[in-house]
Nanobody
Framework: QVQLQESGPGLVKPSQTLSLTCTVS??????????WTWIRQPPGKGLEWIGY???????LYSPSLKSRTSISRDTSKNQFTLQLSSVTPEDTAVYYC?????WGQGTQVTVSS
């Protein structure tokens, strides 16, 4: 069974870039047909899809976040990374990575000066 673990700073200052890494075990991010996703849940709100990176390395982002989002991968480490630029307090949320019908436990990111 695939397991995923998010990591990264819990506090980011406004206008900076949020960077989170998802480490995958029990499966390869290059396995044919797999998608590796980032979502988030702001406090008191529902889940929001951010984007994904496909096994081939192609990416797709939410239109509302596309201009600030980049998802990349390190196949040697079996990791994929989310970068969200120019963050504001509205980007405060629990961020989750997922793939192969499994999700990480989530990591809280707070945007504050």
């Amino acid at each position: 069974q695939v397991q995923l673990q998010e990591s990264g700073p819990g506090l980011v200052k406004p206008s900076q870039t949020l960077s989170l890494t998802c480490t995958v075990s029990g499966g390869s991010i290059t396995n044919y047909g797999t998608y590796w996703t980032w979502i988030r849940q702001p406090p008191g709100k529902g889940l929001e899809w951010i984007g994904y990176i496909v096994y081939s390395g192609s990416t797709l982002y939410s239109p509302s976040l596309k201009s600030r989002t980049s998802i990349s991968r390190d196949t040697s480490k079996n990791q994929f990374t989310l970068q969200l630029s120019s963050v504001t307090p509205e980007d405060t949320a629990v961020y989750y990575c997922g793939g192969e019908r499994n999700w990480g436990q989530g990591t809280q990111v707070t945007v504050s000066s």
